[in-house]
């Protein structure tokens, strides 16, 4: 029997939670209930990954959506992207959930069918996991994966010449922050369409599984800090510098919002918040990848070439590229804020 929705956390208690919330809905999850959670029997040969991630607010909730099931969205993209960088399906997640007491039945069902639901639109699951009480909302989960032998991709193994390719629709979250904060305006249905892209992030699993079983891809990281940020660690990674294009495609409700302010495409494309991949392959497989990844359906695009230098260049100039980078513990670190300064924050540093 399930708890009214309007009690809280604190007023069920644990045994409460564990009765009334959780096992009417993960009954059925093989190992419920006990220490360790069951992820698959693997009965062929398989490498298995692992990714452990925590969730920040989500943007969309600083721009008047308070609703938790975006922070449980959010928090198996996170988790999934990784794997999906690394070429891998996913196996499950275990998640851990720390929740103020005055938290009510009713938003933690709601966080729980975010995580839920964005499992099942990455065809894996919640496999187990924690909750306790705490004075702030602290959202971790850990997603494990497996690869085919020898097919993980990692950050290394690129060579100067090889090609970057963006995989996703780039801008979506920006452009959903331009639109709420009144900088920009689309027809209702075409608003309302950026905004349920930007609080459903999809994390490219199925670009990442092709590109590695086919050898396409020589490397590969997901855009979870921003373009910047990603390319930058790539070529660190290999010794190399990058040569970046300026010119980027944008899905065109996205370009139409960047179309009626000062930013270029490339300022929406290089932004955080949409889960995309950088992969490096060949010269001689670019066609290929791209035909491979339009044939499943995945949005992708050729944004550059790895260099022998060490230099990160933007355009036909080779001016220095100086890009926008949510790097931890450093004073672009992400922490939030108030709406009116989310846009000046993200495109300070065109």
Request: net charge negative.
């Amino acid at each position: 029997m399930s708890a009214p929705t309007d009690r809280s956390l604190g007023e069920l208690g644990e045994r409460g939670i564990q009765d009334h919330v959780l096992r009417p809905r993960y009954a059925g999850t093989e190992g419920f209930g006990d220490d360790s959670a069951l992820l698959a029997t693997v009965t062929s040969p398989s490498e298995l990954v692992a990714t452990t991630d925590s969730c920040p607010t989500p943007v969309v909730n600083l721009l008047g959506e308070p609703d938790l099931y975006h922070s449980g969205w959010l928090l198996a993209t996170i988790n999934l992207s990784d794997l999906a960088a690394a070429g891998a399906e996913p196996l499950g997640l275990v998640v851990n959930y720390t929740l103020p007491k005055a938290t009510t039945v009713r938003e933690f069902e709601r966080l729980l069918d975010g995580v839920d639901d964005c499992c099942a639109a990455h065809g894996t699951k919640v496999a187990g996991g924690d909750i306790r009480d705490g004075e702030v909302v602290q959202l971790t989960a850990t997603a494990v994966g497996r690869c085919a032998p020898g097919s993980r991709l990692r950050r290394s193994g690129a060579r100067a010449g090889d090609r970057l390719l963006l995989v996703g629709a780039p801008g979506f979250l920006w452009a959903a922050a331009l639109l709420k904060t009144g900088q920009a305006t689309l027809p209702a249905s075409d608003a309302e369409t950026i905004w349920q892209r930007a609080c459903r992030p999809v994390a490219q699993l199925k670009a990442g599984q092709v590109l590695a079983t086919t050898g396409l891809a020589r490397a590969a990281m997901d855009v979870s800090d921003g373009l910047f940020a990603t390319v930058r660690t790539l070529c660190e990674a290999n010794g190399l510098g990058a040569a970046v294009s300026p010119e980027f495609e944008l899905d065109a409700l996205v370009a139409a919002v960047a179309g009626q302010t000062d930013l270029r495409p490339f300022d929406l494309a290089q932004t955080w918040g949409d889960w995309g991949l950088v992969v490096v392959v060949r010269e001689e497989d670019v066609r290929l990848a791209l035909k491979t990844l339009r044939e499943e359906g995945v949005a992708a695009q050729e944004i550059g070439t790895l260099t022998a230098g060490k230099e990160l260049t933007l355009g036909p100039e080779t001016a220095p590229w100086r890009g926008i980078a949510q790097e931890r513990f450093s004073a672009s670190s992400w922490h939030g804020g108030e709406p009116s300064t989310l846009i000046t924050d993200m495109f300070r540093t065109r």
